[in-house]
């Protein structure tokens, strides 16, 4: 289960924004450090919609040090230290490349995650980001990247609904399966080898597709067209370079 | 210019939220409905961050009427038809496959882009939405798939910001360029050939490479690594079919 935490927050009607964004995109575990009281009928009810009836009643208070100890705790930054306002720079990643991680690296980590979001007029400090395990950054307009409290958490959750995985209201889509694109990436991994891809390199080819595709989100009916695609070409090459070594011994 | 359309806003702070969000994506031309009226010092100025100097006063107000005569016109909805709570279904699609199809049709539209938004309680109704170009809808939780406006239309600005093309505070993706992606549908084009893919069936699979590479965005490194290996696979299956046309004539 995926945690949202809150450092600090100022304005009740932000917590209830980041509540109804968590409802919104079926996630329920709030978490705030150091919050102003929160009481049915003030403003982060008025801000929180449906969540007003479970994830904000049900939010709990811990401290700082507690998250860090119980959680893979990704932390939310506008500046990343590509502009002159921070000083120190840290390796971070956009929500959808999070999103692709955290998803490919499921079951890896022991500890659940924690979505990290700081205050809102300062966010998280220099000293909180380099206790955080990962960082993470929303891309926007280089004139003005700093997002308000509300709506960054909705962006990063909306990226990551994928690891809260509520059915949505849209017809579900038809995505690969697991032991489908497994099929294309061993068939592709096949044509590396029919095409004589020098075994060192095989890896890091494999890889990239992985990459390309995993971020495509193939759907069934393009895996295996493209499995298809792959295998015939597989094929035929490993024909041609049977009959030159043939050849070869021939002469 | 993309332009965002919110019809008849009814909480001033939503609209201050909406301005804050264009100005965070690189959007800046904001057009209101029947608005209450919109004074500085208010809360829709409280809720605009920086967007409070140019995109909030510089808003216009004009008729739903003139927003169809002037603009290639995008309506948002949390309800698709997928439920009970709608009875006309409308064909829709996703933020992020509006992004796609909006940046590959660029130049197509005579008229300019407006992403319209609707009223807090009651969103856009279904005699405005028929008169839509084309409809989008943020995927959400089944059980709560309603955003807060303000949500809605960040999560929207985000996933276009493609549209508006600001420089963002992330140094800039080696995304690959037009020539290395034409260059790379081209040799899988090459290969469809060598593996003699059926003539007829060659555009659609040509259309489902772009679909799924588009999707995945690649890097330059990314399209210059895959064209290789299509590029020697595509030989290989050449010489191989050469060579069987050769022992076929000499048969």
Known sequence: MTAVVIVEPQA??????????????????????????????????????????????????????????RYHTVGFTAHTGNDER???????????????????????FEAPIALVFGREDTGLANDELARMDEICSIPASAEYPVLNLGQAATIALYELRVLADAPTQHAPRADATVTATEGLYDQFDALLGAIDHPEEKR??????????????????????SLRGGFRRATELAETSRRRSRSVDDRR
Do not use: Q
């Open 203 to 224: 890896p890091k080819a494999n890889r990239l597709l992985r990459r390309v595709f995993g971020r495509a989100r193939l759907t069934g009916r393009e895996a295996s």
């Open 12 to 69: 009740k009607g932000n917590v209830g924004t980041v509540a109804r964004a968590m409802k919104n995109f079926g996630f329920d575990d709030l978490k705030l450090i150091d919050p102003p009281a929160i009481e049915p009928g003030d403003e982060a009810y008025g801000f929180a919609g449906h969540a007003r009836e479970d994830v904000l009643p049900s939010h709990d208070v811990l401290t700082f040090d507690e998250v860090i100890e």
């Open 86 to 108: 921070r000083h120190v720079r840290y390796p971070f990643c956009s929500p959808a490349s999070l999103a692709e991680s955290l998803v490919a690296d499921a079951g890896r």
